[in-house]
Nanobody, 115 residues
Framework: QVQLVESGGGLVQPGGSLRLSCVAS????????MAWYRQGPGEERELVAS????????TYADFVKGRFTIGRDNAKNIVYLQMNNLQPEDTATYYC????????WGQGTRVTVSS
C-alpha cells in the first residue's frame, strides 16, 4: 500500500523559510522521479518542483525558481522541499507524489504565509 506523508508546514511571515518533508512507502522510491505540488484555496493543484531518481536533475516552476530547492534521500525514502523567501502567494497545501505516475495523494501539509 502506497503512503505519502507530508510534514513541515506551518505559519510563517513573508520572507521566512520552511522545510517540508515527505516520507514515501509502498513503491520503489529510488526508481521514481519525485515532485512537490501545491494547491491554493480555490485553485487547481500545480507542479512546484521535481527531481529525477538519482537527484542529478531538478526542475522548478517559474514562480519558485531561486527560492525553493527540492532534495531527496533515497536511503530513507524522503523527498524534501526547502522554501526560502516565502510570500503570501505561496500559501497552499503542499503535496508530494511521483512525477510521472500519481499514486493516491497524501493529506498534504499546509503552508500559510502571512504577517
Amino acid at each position: 500500500q502506497v503512503q505519502l506523508v507530508e510534514s513541515g508546514g506551518g505559519l510563517v511571515q513573508p520572507g521566512g523559510s520552511l522545510r517540508l518533508s515527505c516520507v514515501a512507502s509502498g513503491f520503489s522510491f529510488s526508481t521514481h522521479a519525485m515532485a512537490w505540488y501545491r494547491q491554493g484555496p480555490g485553485e487547481e493543484r500545480e507542479l512546484v518542483a521535481s527531481m529525477v531518481p538519482t537527484g542529478g536533475i531538478t526542475t522548478y516552476a517559474d514562480f519558485v525558481k531561486g527560492r525553493f530547492t527540492i532534495g531527496r534521500d533515497n536511503a530513507k525514502n524522503i523527498v524534501y522541499l526547502q522554501m526560502n523567501n516565502l510570500q503570501p502567494e505561496d500559501t497552499a497545501t503542499y503535496y508530494c507524489n511521483a512525477r510521472w505516475y500519481h499514486y493516491d495523494w497524501g493529506q498534504g501539509t499546509r503552508v500559510t504565509v502571512s504577517s
